[in-house]
């Protein structure tokens, strides 16, 4: 009966583990959603009703230190592959490939993508489906693949048009399996931030508001398909806004004629081709303005990971913030703009995360971007690629992980069925070992008297 009672046992915790195994195998859904150009002090000069109430369930990261340049399409493209611009190839939103001699303005040329794996592509090689709405480099057919959805890039298709569709790619149909992983992008709060500058109050208080009315509408349709409570959502964005102004001009043809340099790329950071001469055109550039610092692309200081690819130009210039280089004249080109050193705070934009898998209620002081990426492999469970993330320094937003991982329950699985193959054949050497001192006839008359069975099991 001992025996009995502890096969019992271990064949039903067998199959609650083979039963938890499979429940795992499928991830929650994640929704990874950004808010172009937010910077991270907004949260604290205006009123954000609908966001404090999704942080309030879940972690708020007060500072998120993007990578440098701190442009659009390097960030978005480090948040969905972890890795820092010179790594990833997307060194600026306006490139230059000196190999192929190509110029890059939003181009779905694969070329300029395929220096890095963004994360729809593991998710897809492990078997899922994804989605996205207007992601940077989501339309663009990278190593050969694109998401299982997307949308073309188009500024006319309104957030919740792009949230609907999301939303119903990860909820699927009877023919189609949902998406785990979906990412959303929104132009907003960018385009006013440097149409008006990140200072001017009345005009930033009316786009944010609409954002955060996005944000509301966003909780109301996970509610409304019975998403929320059983998706992970990840709301952030790719960098900050800096105010700039008529009376902080760097004009390049004050210190070198044009004649001399190739221009790539402009404000806060140039980046330029010499012409001839790279050492003299280097020394009437690194005098040339005191808020604006020049590099050669061999001394730019590590911090800033920006020096190992070709597409970054021999000559780097880095304007002060709130600064902008032009090349002549005394047209200011934006009240706001961004770009500038990623250690700058006004640069920093925020993350935000709720879900079943997150704490609650926690505050975070700051983190990387480039540590969003392991992040979410770790929460779709996706093998994550050759990254500069640390999963270690985002695991303090989870929840306590109760529920044992799959690797392990797999391994206790199998530990089950060796206990279970195992005891048998040891309880039959034992009985080989300890054979009965008594008469073979007397044994067998113990066992006849079903009466007296539970007295000989007691004593």
């Given at each position: ?75 978005h493209y480090s948040l969905v592959t972890g890795l820092h611009a010179e790594s990833h190839g997307i060194v600026a939103s306006s490139m230059y490939d000196p190999v192929s001699h190509k110029y890059f303005s939003n181009s779905k040329d694969p070329m300029w993508w395929n220096e890095a794996t963004p994360i729809w592509i ?338």
């Amino acid at each position: 009966m001992f025996l009995r009672i502890h096969l019992g046992f271990l064949c039903g915790a067998c199959a609650l583990l083979t039963q938890s195994v499979s429940s795992q195998q499928r991830p929650l859904p994640l929704l990874l959603v950004s808010f172009d150009g937010f910077r991270a002090d907004y949260l604290q000069r205006f009123p954000m009703p609908n966001l404090t109430l999704f942080y309030s369930q879940g972690v708020l990261v007060e500072h998120l230190t993007n990578v440098f340049t701190t442009k659009t399409f390097p960030n978005h493209y480090s948040l969905v592959t972890g890795l820092h611009a010179e790594s990833h190839g997307i060194v600026a939103s306006s490139m230059y490939d000196p190999v192929s001699h190509k110029y890059f303005s939003n181009s779905k040329d694969p070329m300029w993508w395929n220096e890095a794996t963004p994360i729809w592509i593991s998710v897809q090689q492990a078997g899922y489906k994804t989605a996205a709405a207007m992601w940077p480099g989501s339309d663009v057919s990278i190593h050969n693949q694109t998401p299982t959805h997307f949308f073309p890039y188009s500024s006319h298709v309104t957030f919740r048009e792009r949230l609907r569709n999301v939303t119903n790619w990860i909820l699927g149909n009877k023919k189609h399996e949902g998406v785990i992983l979906g990412a959303l992008y929104w132009e907003e709060p960018d385009y006013s931030g440097h149409l008006f500058g990140p200072e001017n109050t009345e005009a930033m208080s009316k786009v944010l508001k609409e954002v955060d009315d996005n944000i509301g509408l966003m909780i109301s349709e996970l509610k409304r398909t019975g998403l929320w409570g059983h998706i992970n959502v990840l709301v952030t964005s790719d960098h900050g806004m800096a105010q700039c102004s008529t009376d902080r001009l760097i004009r390049l043809d004050d210190c070198l004629h044009a004649d001399n340099y190739t221009l790539v790329d402009l404000t806060p950071v140039a980046a330029l081709i010499p012409n001839n001469k790279p050492e003299a055109v280097f020394a009437l550039l690194d005098k040339c303005h005191p808020n604006m610092t020049a590099y050669l692309k061999e001394s730019i200081p590590d911090r800033l990971h920006y020096r190992n690819n070709e597409r970054i130009q021999p000559i780097i210039l880095i304007a002060d913030e709130g600064w902008t280089i032009i090349r002549q004249g005394n047209k200011l080109p934006r009240l706001g703009d961004h770009g500038y050193d990623n250690s700058i705070p006004s640069m920093h934009p925020f993350l935000a995360a709720a879900g079943p898998s997150f704490q609650s209620g926690l505050r975070v002081t700051g983190l990387q971007s480039v540590d969003v990426y392991p992040l979410m492999c770790h929460l779709l469970g996706v093998p994550p690629q050759p990254n500069n993330g640390t999963l270690g320094n985002v695991l303090v937003m989870l929840v306590a992980e109760t529920n044992w991982k799959v690797p392990v329950m797999v391994g206790l699985v199998i530990g089950c069925l060796i206990v279970l193959t195992t005891i048998p054949v040891l309880f039959k050497l034992m009985g080989r070992w300890q054979r009965p001192s008594v008469p073979r006839a007397f044994y067998r008359l113990q066992l006849e008297h079903g009466n007296n069975e539970d007295e000989a099991l007691l004593a």
